[in-house]
């Protein structure tokens, strides 16, 4: 039996036209080191503030039993539930050009069925471009620029950032199948993952967020909001840094990565450029599970 795609999702009838509009995600779930991706959702909802245009249905796509919604108890009686919510909002960024932000939590089923109905509102609003953006834990100094691993369904859209990686195997996401599938059907797409020192891999590193905020401006064209993030991260660098000076054990790590990172820089010009010191596929692969491993720890232990 056949799923209608149209039957996951419900759109607002007075959305204005939107052809050649930019298309941003981020599903909560999957590998967010330094919850660059979240930070940066927020901060845009937060600063552009712009209505929701389009509903998935939640009840279809989660399973709540693995990723349970707050409830509010007070006294003897329920008082409110925190209903989960994935959705598309309408924002303008600086020079008023449209765009759309879709955010929620990665759907836990139906992952094919997701995957074309959000191609179906791709052509329905003539996007043009479609940028995932998420963070990933990295063996690089918090006191060296962030680089970025890009991707995408054309390798021209991202011709002016470096590759990191060779071929590699890692865990699947509903974020990268859709780029998948947006390829396939014909529809540009573009992936930004900020590389995340490790040792903050679990915090929320403004920073992070920053470097995907670049990198996104890059690629579209858009004028973002920067302000808010870049106070948020320097307090957190300023944080970050008075921590590492009272530890000496968090003090050789950086200092470590510092030496590393900038011979590498120094000798390519571009960190882990160099094949002999590139990890391997199951290298990374193995970091990224045990990265998801830790965070579903986490959600498992606050349930």
């Given amino acids: 039996m056949v799923s209608d795609p149209d039957e996951l999702y419900a759109v607002d009838s007075d959305l204005p036209v939107l052809d050649g509009a930019v298309l941003l995600y981020h ?33 279809r796509l989660l399973d709540y039993r693995s990723r349970r919604p707050t409830m509010t ?10 209903a989960p919510e994935l959705a598309v909002r309408l924002l303008h960024d600086a020079n008023d050009t449209p765009f759309l932000l879709l955010t929620g939590p990665e759907p836990d089923r139906e992952w094919e069925l997701f995957a074309e109905a959000v191609r179906q509102l791709v052509q329905r609003w003539h996007v043009r471009l479609s940028v995932e ?13 962030l680089g970025v691993t890009a991707h995408a369904t ?33 529809h540009d797409a573009v992936g930004f993952a900020a590389h995340v020192p490790h040792y903050l891999a679990n915090a929320r590193y403004p920073g992070a967020a920053l470097t995907l ?24 660098d300023v944080e970050v840094d008075r921590q590492v000076r009272e530890s000496a054990e968090a ?9 590393q990172y900038d011979a590498f820089t120094a ?27 830790e965070q579903q720890g986490n959600d498992s232990t606050d349930s």
Avoid: C
């Fill in 213 to 236: 905020l670049d990198a996104i401006q890059r690629v579209t064209g858009l004028e973002l909001p920067a302000d808010a993030l870049r106070e948020a991260s320097r307090r957190t």
């Fill in 73 to 82: 108890f007070d006294g003897d009686h329920w008082e409110d539930y925190d």
């Fill in 133 to 145: 953006f998420q963070g990933i834990p990295m063996a690089v100094p918090h006191t060296r620029p």
């Fill in 27 to 59: 599903f909560d779930g999957y590998i967010d080191a330094g919850s660059a991706g979240s930070v940066l959702a927020d901060h845009l909802v937060e600063d552009l503030d712009g209505p929701i245009v389009a509903r998935f249905d939640v009840d």
């Fill in 251 to 259: 003090a050789d790590v950086v200092s470590a990565l510092e030496r």
């Fill in 267 to 293: 000798a390519t010009g571009n960190l882990l450029a160099e094949e002999g010191e590139m990890p391997t596929g199951e290298e990374i692969a193995s970091q990224f599970e045990k990265f998801l491993a």
């Fill in 154 to 186: 054309r390798s021209e859209l991202v011709r002016e950032f470096t590759p990191m990686f060779n071929r590699v195997q890692i865990p699947g996401s509903a974020e990268a199948l859709l780029e998948l599938r947006l390829g396939q059907s014909g």
